[in-house]
């Protein structure tokens, strides 16, 4: 989650941001930005796997905990919500510009650049709102889960 390869997560928000102009970048920016998720979920879990196995005996509960805390924060935060996010704002952007009096250049990429404009600002509120639905929801889960297997 940290790093700036973390940013390869939101390459599905580029395809969806270029999807008016690119279409046929949209597929690969998804590929990209899942396998960022499998890739960092990969890690995280070798790490807790090789860290628990030193100083505890519940190894893989911990271990799957943190894989499926990991995938699950990182198909939210990455891939999910800021790609509709970004979807949506694209599409309604070329909605409301259709009736408009723009320029036919201005009607094909005003959705685009907005799309590309928005992405660093909604990075940290979807990471902290994902942050809050999960300590709310799958998290005390995975957490009594591993307490029950000690």
Known sequence: RDGPLRYLGYANEVGESLKPIVPKLLVPSY????????VDTYDKGKKAYNNKAKSQTNV?????????????????????????????????????????AATPLVKQW???????????????PIDHA?????????????????????
């Open 110 to 124: 005003a959705p685009t650049l907005l799309g590309l404009a928005i992405i660093p600002l909604i990075v940290h």
């Open 60 to 100: 893989h509960p911990r271990t799957i905990a943190t894989v499926l805390d990991t995938f699950i924060w990182q198909g939210l935060a990455s891939v999910a919500v800021p790609g509709f996010t970004i979807n949506r704002v694209v599409h309604f952007a070329k909605l409301g510009l259709q009736r408009s």
């Open 31 to 38: 590929v990209i930005s899942v396998g960022y998720v499998l």
């Open 130 to 150: 994902v942050h809050v639905a999960m300590d709310a929801s799958i998290r005390p889960l995975l957490r009594f889960l591993v307490d029950e297997t000690a």
